[in-house]
């Protein structure tokens, strides 16, 4: 068991319930540490939680079935509207899936691009996770940090795509166009800078503070066994001592080609969870720094017609490259029958599309597997017994997005 | 990891007689297992010494509606000490979708199995609590059904029923009862 012995047997805290003095509380949809349109009826004795039972769905705009309407490259931009704070990674998995019902292979530098995308969108999503959930149990002023600095990264992806959240960067068979010039060494010097400066800040806010040590520390605790059984992917599985990193463990998108760990704690609890993604921003970074180096030259895209759109260019030449545009862009591509399936490693947890085709224009299903929403339902088994203020730890710790629970 | 191959011998060598199939595509495999003996299928799948798929990522349904069988329920399932995944996919009544709920292998199904019933009404016998998560309570018709239209024009709960679907909801004030 991954629990230290004792942990759960501590004064006050105990499951064994006497009294009929319940009382029922409402916590959101509009609460602001729910992190969104979360709401969570808590059963309560006291302080204590008997039970919490989540009510989803006031953000659910049916993503998926819209998807069997639209062409195949009109769902990338809904990916980046369910987990808006690291779209690149969401504009992958579904890139991933599709490419491998097709079977096409990205070019080299396609592939180190991207990679470097998604490690600064996850990046991108820890800042956002540590300020958010720093603030909520107290530490207001770390939001201000991280935030300055992820501000930083949106300006990248704004330079790269024009857009700062909803990138709608990827397509289906590499990315749309190369960089801009300068991009690499402002992603260059953005790395030194947030690693030797910035990541030790915000553990010099936090690491020996005694306030956070007593909110995060034996808070949210859950075994191994029961996060695999329910379901738990991504830091919060690695913070219990699970090397469960698809990076490293079904390689995909030419991870295989970079050295670097997989951050694992002791057992799982919310402090455990701050100190596995810290040690991930610094992993993130050291991919960055590997790719940056190795950044090969030429396509960013694959070289096939029917796959990606023809250069600009070719298009005032070419009467055929007219043709593919056309064909493209009015009946999208042909993606071969059969369903796939590749599983990403998101900044949440596993995130992939799975895929179905009939061999035409437009999916017969998408089904994305959203990471916040198999990791929110560990909630009640983390908070039973425990505080209302511990609640809110722990929804911090898991990192959920609701606009990717409901999509 | 376990080749794709020696899984399905060992899921031969289990079940003799059964009637499956053993898809593998684009590098993935799949399994097409009859609904009946899904719950023993995937203890199985489970607590195997070889095979140990611990980790259920995700319970979807799929429509393919002129053809035969229509619905599937559809598994991913991954084993974190394996490092091996398949995917196990039901055929299921047109008429009546019905197949056992596997909450009792793991309870991650839970939700899961509620999405799949929201969205294509799939029955999952034996759940402990089958009812809506995405759309409201008081919805009619399962969205990701092929002969659901996706055009909002079309919505089916503007008629006199859901209205009455409602009144009769609002007695029932709070979720708790339903549990206890």
New interface residues.
Partial sequence: LAVRPGALNQPGITTEWAGENRL?LNMGPQHPSTHGVLRL?L?LDGEFII?C?P???YL?T?M???A??KIWQHFIPMTDRMDYLSPWTNNLAFCLSVE??I?CEVPERGVFLRVILCELSRIASHLVWLGTHAMDIGAVGMSLYTFREREQILQIFEAQTGARMTVNGMRIGGLPHDVPEGWTDRVQKFVDEFETRHVPDYDRLLRKNPMWLMRTKEVGIMSREDL????V?GPCLRASG?D?DLRK??PYCGYDRFDFDIPTGEYSDVWNRYLCRMEEMHQSCRIIRQALKKLPGGRVIVDDPLVALPDREKLHKSMESMIHHFKLVSHGIQVPA????V?TEGSKG?I?Y?V?S?GGGKP??V?T?PPS??NL?AIEQMVKGRLVADVVAVIGSLDIVLGEI?R | LTGFREISEIIQGRFQGTQTEFIEANGELTIIWPRETIVDFMTFMRDDERLRFDLLLDITGLDLLPKKPRFYAVYNIHSVLKRHRVRVRSALDEEEPEIDSVVSVWPAANWHERETYDMFGFRFKGHPDLTRILMPDTWIGHPCRKDYSHLPTHFPNTSDEHVTIIREKEETPWPFDRER
């Fill in positions: 029922v009826i059963e039970s039972k009510v989803l769905g659910h049916g998926d079935k819209q069997e309407s491998r019902l079977g695999i059984a329910w379901g992917t699970v469960y463990h079904m059969g369903e796939a399936y599983p596993e992939g799975y179905v009939d017969v299903r089904k597997r929403f198999c339902q409901d």
